[in-house]
């Protein structure tokens, strides 16, 4: 025993630091979650730097409080720079010792992210212990430019009718579902996650849902919703609580892009929602009034624009040079009172490839999801829809179009000609067929079927409030009986003379039924 | 940045000392601004802690480490305004000086050390 204790005095005696010359800065002021550092003349921007709380103090106390702080450099000034503290802001003191680490902010990403929970620093939030085989990536990249990049041309099935149907989503593309608060703008985005499971294990995308400002008692649900459905085999949740710095809030869209980019590199496909961006908007407004930038349009800094579009750029379908994976963004905006000329819905609008517009008046009448179809529009969506929903998609637009301009008669019912009335029946039969319950997102071939059904007046025996009630049963029907039609459409992606003739009469069979 | 610095910083970096403090005040007359002439104050003497919190500075853990830290440091060339004896340190030494680090000491090494074993 007492020689082990004197060969450890002896390692002791003789050991020797060899730490190197590090640049080094004294907080000036702090408060808010920034921190006013003098000092750092070669910091860079978004550059992290670590405040240490063990500088100043003895080893005893330094180890009871050692936990790192760092802090991000968002403002380069003449004699200082100004950071956001990541953390806990209340630990960092005047004259308190900061380093430079000489690297950009980063978060570890890799497969093992799958199926777990992180907060904007790729933290795991979820007590399944730390994340392993991991590579770092800085938070904030340029995105793919126009020779990287290949047309937008595999569709993202949501799930949703009325969204396949109309306004189709693509692998690659930025889709904005935009709408007051509380009439289903999160439904749609999980919905998307829950019909992945439909898709090809293979062609499956890894689905990143990012939880910005929102409540933990929401995220914690979400979270448990798409574990029950077995979804979280293929998703990676990264949230920025409502609790949680500024700070993080601005900082976790550029995490979920960070991890989206990773699989896309990998040739995967991934999707990745920002729910919302509109409080991603207000933080980094909170953060930049904080940090003495001066205020433009609506207290927003000038750069606010660039924020979302820096971010959104980074979705893209690569090349087959670059791997030929995707990054599909799903951007969400809270309008309020459906005002959509407010300054971050317009920049959003400008930035991304389409939108789905919900109505908070649709979604009060019972229309689920409450998709106001005459303004919601995909702008490359429409390329890569199958041949299968571009044959039906093409009969609805024009039934609902039509249905729309005589929407204003239906008060006369009674007074107008069968024409017109026929026409009237048929939209609102249409609109029935087009509502979807939460949850209940259905596989493109099944959509296909029965949109199909509905253009070839397979409901017309029906009262518009009777068809939401029929198409139920059909889906039970086609998944019973039509397993073969079912296939068919799946593996031709499209409704082929022989399938329709098999249509025709799996829903002759169905209407017998019923009679 | 406020005017009252803008002042002090220039008064801190001109070549001509006492000659460019007489040729603020008679500016600040001229202008009617003699008000700011306390605020220059207050913004220099904070400018003269900043730059006194900067300054060059050898801390060794203790007596008997002194000659070799500043050998050490001198390597390494620095060159120190003073020199503390700080036993919290534990082992070795450490030199700051106009933002730059050198932390030898035995305090950084362990805390690295618990750092790296529990984060």
């Known amino acids: ?515 | 940045m406020n005017l009252a610095h803008v002042y002090a910083s220039a008064l801190v970096s001109s070549p001509e000392g006492d000659k460019a403090v007489a040729s603020l005040v008679t500016h600040l007359q001229a202008r009617g601004r003699m008000k700011l002439l306390p605020r220059i104050l207050r913004e220099l003497t904070e400018l003269r802690e900043r730059s006194q919190a900067v300054a060059p500075t050898l801390t060794v853990a203790s007596e008997a480490e002194k000659a070799q830290a500043l050998t050490d440091s001198a390597a390494l060339g620095f060159t120190p305004d003073t020199v503390v004896i700080d036993p919290t340190l534990i082992k070795g030494w450490r030199a700051t000086k106009k933002g730059q680090l050198i932390d030898r000491s035995g305090k950084r090494a362990l805390t690295d050390l618990y750092r790296n074993i529990t984060t």
């Open chain 1, 1 to 515: 025993m007492d020689s082990i204790i004197k060969r450890i005095e002896e390692e002791i005696a003789n050991f020797t630091p060899t730490q190197g010359t590090e640049e080094t800065g004294l907080v000036r002021a702090t408060g808010d979650g920034i921190a006013e550092i003098d000092g750092l003349s070669n910091a860079v921007m978004t550059e992290m730097v670590l405040f240490d709380p063990t500088f100043d103090r003895t080893l005893e106390e330094a180890l009871k409080d050692a936990a790192p702080i760092y802090g991000l450099v968002l403002n380069l000034e003449e004699d200082g720079v100004r950071a956001v503290i990541l953390g806990d802001g209340s630990r960092v003191y005047e004259g308190m010792l900061v380093r430079r680490l000489g690297r950009l902010l980063s978060i570890p990403v890799g497969d093992s992210l799958v199926g777990r929970v992180v907060n904007a620093l790729g933290e795991p939030v979820d007590g399944k212990g730390p994340i392993k085989d991991t590579k770092f990536v800085p938070i904030e990249r340029q995105a793919y430019g126009v020779m990287d990049r290949s047309p937008v041309n595999v569709p993202l099935h949501t799930g949703i009718k009325a969204i396949d149907g109309m306004i189709p989503v693509g692998r690659g593309q930025r889709e904005l579902i935009i709408g007051d608060r509380g009439v289903g703008k999160t439904t749609i985005a999980i919905d998307t996650i829950l019909n992945q499971k439909n898709e090809p294990k293979e062609s499956r995308p890894i689905c990143i849902y990012v939880a910005i400002g929102q409540k933990e008692s929401k995220t914690a649900r979400i979270v448990a919703e798409l574990a029950e459905a077995g979804a979280m085999e293929y998703t990676i949740v990264v949230t920025a609580p409502a609790s949680s710095p500024a700070a993080f809030q601005f900082l976790a869209p550029f995490a979920g892009a960070s991890i989206g980019e990773h699989f896309m590199e990998a040739g995967k496909d991934a999707l990745v929602i920002y729910d919302d961006l509109s409080k991603q908007a207000v933080a980094y407004r909170q953060l930049s009034l904080l940090l003495r930038r001066p205020p433009g349009r609506e207290a927003y800094p000038g750069d606010i624009f660039y924020l979302h579009s820096r971010l959104l750029e980074r979705a893209a379908k690569l090349s087959q040079e670059k791997g030929g994976g995707s990054l599909t963004a799903l951007p969400i905006i809270e309008t309020q009172e459906g005002d959509v000329s407010a300054y971050i819905p317009t920049n959003v609008i400008s930035i991304t490839d389409g939108q789905i517009f919900l109505l908070a008046d649709l979604f009060n009448k019972g229309m689920r999801p409450a998709i106001d179809v005459g303004i919601s529009v995909s702008r490359v969506g429409s390329s890569a829809q199958t041949k299968a929903m571009k044959k039906v998609a093409s009969k609805i637009k024009l039934e609902l179009a039509q249905f729309r301009e005589l929407e204003a008669f239906m008060q006369f019912a009674s007074d107008l000609d069968p024409d017109t009335k026929k026409r009237i029946e048929g939209g609102q039969r249409m609109t029935e067929v087009l509502k979807q319950g939460r949850g209940e997102p259905l596989a493109f071939e099944m959509q296909a079927i029965i949109i199909w059904g509905a253009i070839n007046g397979y409901f017309d025996g029906y009262e518009p409030s009777e068809v939401t009630a029929a198409e139920k049963k059909l889906r039970d029907f086609i998944a019973r009986e039509g397993i073969k039609e079912l296939e068919g459409v799946r593996t031709s992606k499209d409704i082929r003379e022989e399938t329709e003739v098999a249509l025709h009469a799996l829903f002759k069979k169905f209407n017998e039924r019923k009679a």
